[in-house]
């Protein structure tokens, strides 16, 4: 097989002098990295090595392919992975509806070719030595992978949530990943001309092949420690105040501990931000911060968590109202003493003996004379029960 672009030109000058001004650069973009990340980020640029982001949803992973780009003025291509994809969305495909017009149109030349042909096989043949007209350049439909191999300028890819994709899709990638080339078998191998930033990010979904992660630099980026977080929301300019969004920063965080079935993402965290700041709140509260949950909660039964955690976490000496029920505003009227779920009523019923020394109680404890347990015969037990013959 040919290789289609066999010469690689020389790469740019290096995106980044230092892992600081990795920092920088993507500070001036909006998108605050720690040394660990810009690290990570650094060598991707060095190495030619694509760089695998894994973790929870809404952490910053796709926004960081986002920001490479803008920050080193690359050109952003994005493959979004999904299940059942193929590689021809990946790749490339054939534009079926160009060489069928290009057919129609050349129909009187390729009657020239097999018009002295003595027999079908010949005829065959003879169009066969043409068959690369049809399936050339010209034909070829790039899809994000060879777009990117192709680019005359050097790019940067985005592979977005490939966890959601199938396994067969991760062996197409291999060959990209790894020699950074796309083996196309009806033309032949075309080797990148500007190596492209490739990253790679997964939510964790499914275990990803281990010759994948192998041919990737690896980091798994998780939720931003306190102040950091704090220093993201500030920088997003949201108009909420600096003590409000610290206190934000909190109950968020209070939200994420409570095994929701999907935890506050940062970005939801900025949208909570800018929402209270629309509202003109001045002052945290449950009351606001309830009537707004649905920012960041998203699922019936995580709301109801976070409506009955809301009010501790604003204030954890807060004393929770009896009127919503089980703290979630759905009072049921139940155990007007003041016992909510019951459980002291359960702890008096639980007395010894209670029940007598039928159920094995201590006699006295709740009756002063146990009930006599009464004798039954072996006649009475035959009339009760009836006493069945085997049928063999």
Known sequence: MSSVSDETQLDPAPAFDSVDDVIDALREQGYIADTRLATTVFLLTRLDKPLLLEGPAGVGKTELAKVLALATGRRLLRLQCYEGQDETKALYEW??????????????????????????TT?????????????????????????????????VLL???????????????????????????EIGTFVAKQRPYVLLTSNNTRDLAAALKRRCLHM???YPAAERELEIVRSKKTGL????????????????????????????????????AVLGVEELN????????????????DVTKALGALPRLVDPNAEISDEHGHGHGHGHGHEPDGDVDGRAKRAGKDTAGRHGSVYGGTPGAAQQTPTP????????????????????
């Open 286 to 301: 449950s009351q606001i911060l309830s009537d707004t949950v649905s920012v960041v909660v998203k699922y019936d039964k």
């Open 123 to 155: 005829a065959v043949e003879r169009i066969g030595e043409n068959e690369s007209v049809f399936f050339s350049e010209r034909f070829l439909a790039p899809r994000p992978l060879l777009e990117a191999i192709r680019s005359e300028q050097p790019v």
């Open 241 to 276: 105040s600096d003590a409000l969004a610290e206190e934000l920063v909190g109950v968020v965080r209070g939200l994420r501990e409570l095994e929701l079935r999907k935890a506050p993402s940062i970005s939801e965290t900025i949208d909570w931000a800018r929402t209270l």
């Open 95 to 120: 534009d079926y509806g160009k060489q069928l017009m290009y057919t129609q149109i050349l129909r009187e030349k390729i009657g020239q070719v097999v018009e002295d042909a003595p027999d079908l």
């Open 373 to 392: 347990v009464r004798a039954v015969t072996p006649g009475q037990g035959e009339r009760s029960f009836g006493r069945r013959k085997r049928p063999f």
């Open 220 to 222: 798994f980026l998780d």
């Open 159 to 185: 592979i977005d949530e490939v966890d959601r994709a199938d396994e067969a899709l991760e062996a197409v990638l291999l060959e990209t990943l790894g020699e950074f080339q796309i083996s196309v078998p």
